[in-house]
């Protein structure tokens, strides 16, 4: 499943850690909530869920200017994955797969072409830092 993370947003936090990690200027967050790709041994055909997922790491993706990261999970208690606690522990193969997905879904024929990058893959540790600022600038956007 292909979804987002409740009250967060990719906006200057995220932004920030972005430009710091990767060297790069004039990076704005998307606007939009932080992205999860959960991986798990499960079929699911439909969308409007919520399920909970721990997440293992991440994909720096830099689409345009904009950081548009996406946190990559596991399904809880999953028979596959759910033994897996780091993006290490996923074989390269399937990372390869994530990074081309990620890289070529939002290319279509009649759409001018995008600059889109996955600067690198990290950890479970910076996982958890990307979603703690994209929670902080959810609370500065939104409060509550």
């Not at 208690?77 to 390269?92: C, E, F, K, M, N």
């Amino acid at each position: 499943p292909y979804g987002f993370l409740p009250q967060t947003l990719c906006a200057e936090r995220v932004a920030e850690l972005c430009a710091q990690r990767t060297g790069r200027e004039g990076i704005v967050g998307d606007g939009d909530p932080m992205d999860v790709c959960v991986l798990t041994e499960k079929e699911i055909s439909h969308s409007d869920l919520l399920l909970t997922a721990i997440p293992i790491g991440g994909l720096r993706m830099i689409d345009g200017a904009e950081a548009d990261d996406k946190i990559l999970a596991v399904l809880q208690d999953d028979a596959v994955y759910g033994r897996l606690h780091d993006v290490s522990q996923i074989p390269d193969s399937l990372v390869d797969r994530l990074r081309h997905y990620f890289l070529t879904y939002k290319q279509a024929p009649d759409r001018a072409a995008r600059v889109v990058e996955i600067t690198h893959v990290y950890g479970r540790d910076e996982a958890r830092e990307v979603i703690q600022r994209s929670a902080e600038d959810y609370q500065r956007h939104f409060g509550g």
